[in-house]
């Protein structure tokens, strides 16, 4: 009979467990999760830790991860379909992927492995400033490519969104005839869950006549109510909602910090907006 092989099978690449809240440490954590999940159309400048600047971006063309530009600036895509594990992992491996491309070129991104995250590389006192578009022109600004089909048939489908200022990472978006708010919350999943069950318990859960919570979703290990707005009542845009989210906010603190048990008509409004969430991840 012949020897046995002796050759052993290459070890796997280390790979990171699964981590709920990736963009958590980073700065305007509830922005990078709206930007990631459902805003169309937006960037934010962020600052490295070497001090190099990076435009973070909710969509590139073709989904990609990201772009070294011409002129050598980085551009990062958010609405990606790659995940390895930990998004936070994934996209800092865009970033360092974009180091080493050739300007004017696309970056392809493989599994990064066990590398930084961005909560490492990105500058913990740097701004990370919302700026909304209303389409896809800023794909080709300060080039001299003209806009194509494909750029008028993207800027078509957006759905026209706006950012609040009174609160963090909440936004308007008018979707046909359907108006909603989408507000990241960024306290712990369970406090805000709790402060919504004793708002909605006493009939504070809305933000005035008109307007409707109509469940939440879990996104990145936050909570993200959703409102609907009757456009016959209120006002188009997110300008007629600024009070009144600034109102609900207040509203929302003191009831997480109330630590009294929950009564059983706010445990049932717990249970009832628990069974109308949606996890995306």
């Given amino acids: 009979m012949g020897k046995k ?8 690449p280390a790979r990171m467990p699964f981590v709920a809240r990736t963009f958590e440490g980073l700065p305007h954590e509830g922005d990078w999760i709206a930007l ?5 159309s937006a960037t934010a400048t962020v600052t490295l830790t070497d001090g190099e600047q990076v435009r973070v971006c909710s969509l590139l063309p073709g989904g990609g991860a990201g772009i070294r530009r011409p ?6 895509g958010l609405q990606v379909l790659h995940n390895y594990g930990d998004v936070s992992r994934d996209l800092a491996g865009a970033i360092e992927a974009a180091r080493e491309t050739e300007p004017g070129n696309p970056v392809r991104l493989t599994d990064p492995g066990v590398g ?4 490492q590389i990105v500058d913990p006192a740097s701004s990370f400033d919302v700026e909304v578009h209303d389409g896809f022109d ?3 600004e300060g080039t001299d490519a003209e806009g194509s089909d494909a ?20 936004y308007w978006v008018r979707m046909g005839d359907k108006r909603y708010l989408r507000w990241v919350v960024t306290q712990s999943e369970a406090t805000v ?3 919504f069950a004793r708002l909605a318990a006493a009939g504070e859960e809305t933000l ?7 469940g939440m979703f879990r996104a990145h290990g936050l909570l993200v109510p959703v409102w609907e707005m009757d456009p016959a009542v209120v006002d188009d845009g997110a300008a007629a909602l600024e009070e009144p989210v600034a109102a609900l906010a207040q509203r929302l603190e003191g009831a997480i910090a109330d630590d009294a048990p929950l009564t059983q008509e706010q445990r049932n409004a717990r249970a009832n907006l628990t069974s109308r969430q949606l996890t995306i991840r």
């Fill in 5 to 12: 092989s002796r050759r052993t099978k290459a070890p796997k």
């Fill in 36 to 40: 990631r999940e459902f805003v169309p």
């Fill in 71 to 76: 002129d050598g600036e980085i551009w990062l």
């Fill in 116 to 119: 930084d995250r961005l909560q």
């Fill in 138 to 140: 800023f794909w080709v």
């Fill in 151 to 170: 750029l008028a048939a993207a800027n078509e489908s957006i759905a026209p969104t706006e950012r609040l200022t009174s609160v963090e990472a909440a």
């Fill in 193 to 195: 869950l709790d402060g």
């Fill in 208 to 214: 005035g006549d008109g307007t409707k919570l109509i």
